[in-house]
């Protein structure tokens, strides 16, 4: 009875953990990035671009999942841009802002949507400034859809926003400005 009892609890034992090994082993496969968003918030109504900057450095893991510094000192900031972090190290990280042009019809689409390609084939992601209802909201890039699309992840709250037509936003907004950023090696 004793070899059967034991038995039972190897076999059972075992099981669960090949069940935990195989639950971690899927969570290992997802994106990270994904991770990072879905874990991240946006703490006060004026502070997409801080927040941006953050989902940027938790992806790279130079800050924890925890980590709202950026955020907590802009607070509402109404008078921010993306020039606040232009040419900025953060962590190793030093963020630069582009495409800073009028919106109009010289804007220099085909290139700026040239430099965002290039910086997700370096395996970047990209701050891109989109329209919303009453100004301008923060999203972060962070790939390409097989059509040539670029996906683009932000946050309102804890409310996840994704766009899967960045392209057409940003042709009928005549332009847009991004963040892009280097890593020290």
């Given amino acids: 009875m004793k070899k059967i009892l034991f038995s039972s609890i190897v076999l059972l034992s075992t099981s669960f953990i090949f069940q935990l090994k195989a639950q971690a ?8 990035f994904e991770t990072v968003v ?21 992806y790279y893991k130079v800050v924890d999942l925890d980590f709202y510094d950026l955020q907590n000192k802009w607070k509402n900031k109404n008078d921010g841009s993306f020039r606040d972090f232009d040419n900025k190290e953060l962590y190793g990280i030093t963020f630069s802002q582009k495409f800073v042009l009028p919106r109009d019809a010289s804007f220099p689409i085909d290139s700026l949507f040239q430099t965002i ?28 859809t097989p059509d040539g699309d ?5 946050k309102l ?10 392209k057409e936003i940003v042709k009928k907004s005549n332009g847009t400005e991004i963040m892009t950023y280097s890593i020290r090696p």
């Fill in 25 to 32: 082993q899927k969570i290992d496969s997802c994106d990270f």
């Fill in 150 to 154: 670029f996906v683009s992840y932000s």
């Fill in 38 to 58: 879905n874990n991240h918030d946006q703490l006060f109504q004026l502070s997409c671009i801080p927040s941006a900057v953050e989902m940027v450095l938790k």
């Fill in 117 to 144: 390609e290039k910086e997700l084939r370096s395996k970047k992601k990209v701050i891109i400034s989109l329209p919303a209802d009453k100004g301008w909201h923060m999203f972060v890039i962070c790939k390409q």
């Fill in 157 to 166: 709250g804890s409310h996840t926003l994704i766009l899967r037509n960045t």
